[in-house]
């Protein structure tokens, strides 16, 4: 039986698309550490704080 080439490509884009599929399914799940990452970041900048100190932001450091 001979195999076509439209026929792989039709496979291609429909495995493809079954995989964009199941990655975005995965990307709404909340994974764990997020509240953590969340509360790491500055409420004023924006910025992820690293340690316990004030942000730059507060210093008035630029």
Do not use: E, H, N, T
């Not at 975005?24 to 790491?40: I, N, T």
């Amino acid at each position: 039986m001979p195999v076509w080439a439209s026929d792989v490509i039709l496979k291609v884009i429909v495995l493809f698309l079954a995989g964009m599929a199941v990655l975005a399914m995965f990307g709404k799940f909340s994974f764990p550490g997020q509240k953590r990452l969340k509360a790491a970041k500055c409420p004023r900048c924006g910025r992820y704080r690293i340690g316990k100190g004030p942000c730059p932001c507060k210093k008035g450091a630029r």
